[in-house]
């Protein structure tokens, strides 16, 4: 008598995981508009640097989102900032973000799509 023995453990098959992109919502301290990071530019509260601009959205710290665009930055700057990194801002970091945001160019429709 030969009883082929199959153990039969049950194997757990590693499923392929269904990646499915996931995009960050992040919102936008000045508009208060939802959106995936891009076209938002992050600002950190370092423990050393005081409030930074994150251009790589790697510093650690607390982070808040603001579009690229003058407007969001201006209203930002109006104490939303300050509220969203539970911080207050030196006159020095004010000036500084404020000066990061009236550089930006401002942001135009893309073409085709003007309100007229
Ligand atoms: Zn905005």
């Known amino acids: ?36 990071k891009r076209g938002l530019v992050r600002v950190v509260r370092t423990p050393d640097q005081g ?23 201006e209203t930002a700057l109006k104490g939303r900032l300050e509220h969203a990194l539970k911080t207050t801002l030196t006159p020095a970091e004010r000036e500084g973000l404020a000066a990061y945001g009236k550089s930006l160019p401002p942001v135009e429709l893309p073409p085709g799509e003007s309100h007229v």
Do not use: F, L
Request: overall charge positive; charged content about 25%; some cysteine.
């Open 1 to 36: 008598m030969t009883t082929t023995s199959t153990t039969q453990t049950p194997k757990r098959k590693a499923q392929p995981q269904v990646r499915r992109k996931h995009i960050p919502q992040r919102t936008c301290v000045g508009c208060r508009a939802v959106e995936g």
């Open 51 to 73: 409030v930074v601009i994150d251009p790589t959205g790697k510093r650690s710290g607390r982070g808040a989102y603001v579009h690229a665009d003058p407007a969001c930055w």
